[in-house]
């Protein structure tokens, strides 16, 4: 079965880290572009960072840059987000998801295919 | 960065009527870079339609997506139970990605 398991979310005071992990199984992950979305409560969805297969393409929201951290290590299927310096406003529901980015017939097509069930951050005094 | 609007905020019917939902952009996006979401309450999003028209695997016949340039449409023909929850559309550009801001498909 393919599946995406976060873990590392918590309450964490205004300031402080925190580390999410994000373990894949179920498919070859070091062939699949993966992304990190969040959600804070009662709002949307906003896109938070993406990282290519190789690392070699990292982007960020131009809210988290500077603060968050993307990686993965392929040897072990898993995602990273390393987050400095948190604020009231991270406050979330943090979700790992699969980007394929494939492409057909010249054109290429760019989702998000499987999505964890999310890990819950909580930043507060 | 590409703004993506959609409407309406919510959208009350009942169980088999058909659903229109709209999402415009601020600027043309490429169809193939356009995708839609089902989120059900406590859970995380499903991807539905891709590519702008595409069903993603194990998605019902009754969701459909069409639309280009800057506006684009994801109809459900007939609205079963699961069907109500909050839509997403999504695009992709200059290695960014950006959300709807939803609609609510509730209950009449």
């Known amino acids: 079965e393919v599946q995406l398991v976060e873990s590392g979310g918590g309450l964490v005071k205004p300031g402080g880290s925190l580390r999410l992990s994000c373990a894949a199984s179920?498919?070859?992950?070091?062939?699949?572009?993966m992304n990190w979305v969040r959600q804070a409560p009662g709002k949307g969805l906003e896109w938070v960072s993406s990282i290519s297969t190789g690392s070699n393409y990292i982007y960020y929201a131009d809210s988290v840059k500077g603060r968050f951290t993307i990686s993965r290590d392929n040897a072990k299927n898993s995602l990273y987000l390393q987050m400095n310096s948190l604020r009231a406003e991270d406050t979330s529901v943090y979700y790992c998801?699969?980007?394929?980015?494939?492409?057909?017939?010249?054109?290429?097509?760019?989702?998000?295919?499987?999505w964890g069930k999310g890990t819950t951050v909580t930043v507060s005094s | 960065e590409i703004v993506l609007t959609q409407s309406p905020g919510t959208l009350s019917l009942s169980p088999g009527e058909r659903a229109t939902l709209s999402c415009r952009a601020s600027?043309?996006?490429?169809?193939?870079?356009l995708a839609w979401y089902r989120q059900k309450p406590g859970q995380a999003p499903r991807l539905l339609i891709y590519?702008?028209?595409s069903r993603a695997t194990g998605i019902s016949d009754r969701f459909s997506g069409s639309g280009s340039g800057t506006d684009f449409t994801l109809t459900i023909s007939r609205l079963e139970p699961e069907d109500f929850a909050v839509y997403y559309c999504?695009?992709?550009?200059?290695?960014?990605?950006?959300f709807g801001q939803g609609t609510k498909v509730e209950i009449k």
């Open positions: 999504q695009q992709y550009g200059s290695s960014r990605w950006t």
């Open positions: 590519g702008a028209s």
């Open positions: 179920g498919f070859s992950f070091s062939n699949y572009n």
């Open positions: 998801a699969r980007a394929p980015g494939y492409c057909s017939s010249g054109s290429c097509f760019y989702f998000m295919d499987v």
């Open positions: 600027q043309s996006v490429s169809s193939s870079y």
